[in-house]
């Protein structure tokens, strides 16, 4: 009976959303604006428009549009329905499963009044738990144990914020904590740290209203109910917050920060407050379920690295005419090769695009013998460089060169006709304090 209304709602779902698709995209005006040293590297209609949407580690993609949970390929061909309820509901949230095996995801009932339930199921639709209670549950992140906090309204809109711990073995929803504000977004750290970005009750925030608070794992442990009280401030000063996330390789806090009044839309590696942070990206419409993806390399998402490492996942939309799913990717400085001198007696020029702006450049230069068919990593003191240079016999230059404001650095050699096939060059390249923060790719001639 399962596998049969399943099936039936989604070719139901299959057609409205061909229907959606084709029609919203061409109504999709969004722009998401990378700061300096990333891109944007892919932006995807959401398959299941205004579903909310998790991306599991094999890139595939997972929706929950309140009625269905159905899988995707990574650029939106569907796969097959997980899970069917038996009607409608408004999506809360869905997330992947640390173990990889299942998501769970929440709703908020019919709106006919205070609802909500939570779910597991596996990714191949089986193991469907039963609903779990909790009235309109808004944003999760999971504990090292494998439970699930949870931030929720359980007392209603306009009477702060529950926490709740769900447990799926055996089931179980208990209330660990409150706040005051509207429902807000939670992340948990390694060290199962709690993390939650507060929030006010009603309306836009007025600028700086929202700060990111921590309880540690232990109160969680030791039961002690979680509130203002014991609740440690970590940063201040931002306009609002939809969704938070850690990044699992550097386990740095990141959060999408929103304000329909301020018309602001942005998303920020947190740092001790709004004025300190890295600003990674902007955008022109509300951004949230912030998550990392890997694309099978090695880079962090750190700015000026190599795009096939550690991205950020978020979705985009206006509500109304588009829901786009973004992918942004640190984005290297690339390196190329001109002059008569490439190919004989003359001049050369070595220019590197994609820097710092109004940085600078460090010119490192390798015997071609010593240059491996691929790159290898290394951390440096601020970035993990690279290459495919033996850095034991790799030549750096005892001087910085200064970038301009697009972040391009020329340097211009004359090559008397006998340096051809006895080199490989690679820049470093360092923000205008003259610290070195990444690296080009490297270049042969």
Not at 127 to 133: G, K, Q, S, Y
Not at 382 to 391: A, G, I, N, R, S
Request: negative net charge.
């Amino acid at each position: 009976m399962f596998r049969s209304l399943s099936l039936r709602a989604s070719l139901n779902r299959a057609a409205v959303s061909a229907v959606c698709v084709a029609s919203f995209a061409a109504l999709s005006f969004a722009s998401d604006t990378p700061s300096s040293g990333y891109q944007v590297a892919n932006r995807l209609v959401n398959p299941s428009f205004g579903a909310a949407t998790c991306t599991l580690a094999n890139g595939e993609l997972v929706t929950f549009d309140g009625l269905e949970v159905a899988r995707w390929t990574p650029d939106g061909t569907f796969i097959a329905p997980i899970a069917t309820l038996s009607g409608f509901t408004f999506p809360s949230f869905i997330k992947a499963a640390p173990d990889g095996l299942g998501v769970v995801f929440a709703e908020s009932g019919d709106g006919s009044g205070p609802a909500g339930n939570v779910y597991y199921v596996h990714i191949d639709g089986s193991a469907l738990t039963p609903p779990l209670p909790l009235v309109f549950p808004y944003d999760a992140d999971f504990l090292p144990s494998g439970d699930l906090v949870v931030s929720a309204a359980t007392l209603g809109f306009g009477n702060g914020n529950d926490f709740a711990l769900v447990k799926f073995a055996p089931p179980s929803v208990t209330l660990i904590g409150h706040v005051d504000g509207a429902s807000g977004p939670v992340a948990v750290s390694r060290a199962g740290d709690i993390y939650y970005a507060t929030q006010i009750s009603g309306g836009s925030p007025p600028p700086g209203a929202t700060d990111i608070v921590r309880w540690p794992y232990s109160l969680v442990l030791a039961g002690t109910p979680l509130d203002a009280s014991n609740a440690l401030t970590i940063a201040t000063g931002f306009d609002g917050g939809s969704s938070m996330v850690f990044d699992p390789i550097k386990g740095r806090l990141f959060l999408a920060e929103n304000n329909f009044g301020l018309g602001v839309h942005n998303i920020w590696r947190v740092k001790t407050d709004h004025a300190h942070s890295t600003l990674i990206a902007t955008s022109t419409d509300w951004t949230s379920q912030l998550r990392f993806a890997n694309a099978g390399g090695s880079a962090t998402f750190d700015a000026y690295q190599p795009e096939d490492g550690s991205r950020l996942v978020f979705d985009s939309t206006d509500f109304f005419s588009f829901n786009d799913i973004v992918t942004v990717a640190p984005l290297r400085p690339v390196l190329s090769i001109t002059g008569p001198g490439v190919l004989g007696a003359g001049n050369v020029t070595l220019s590197v695009t994609g820097g710092a702006p109004n940085g600078c450049a460090l010119l490192t230069y390798c015997t071609q013998s010593s240059i491996a068919p691929v790159e290898s990593d290394m951390h440096f003191p601020k970035f993990l460089h690279h290459t495919p240079f033996d850095l034991t016999q790799t030549v750096r230059f005892n001087f910085l060169v200064p970038s301009d404001a697009a972040g391009t650095t020329n340097v211009t050699f004359y090559n008397p006709g006998g340096l051809a096939g006895l080199f490989g060059y690679q820049f470093l390249v360092g923000n205008a304090a003259g610290a070195l923060i990444g690296s080009s790719n490297a270049v042969q001639f």
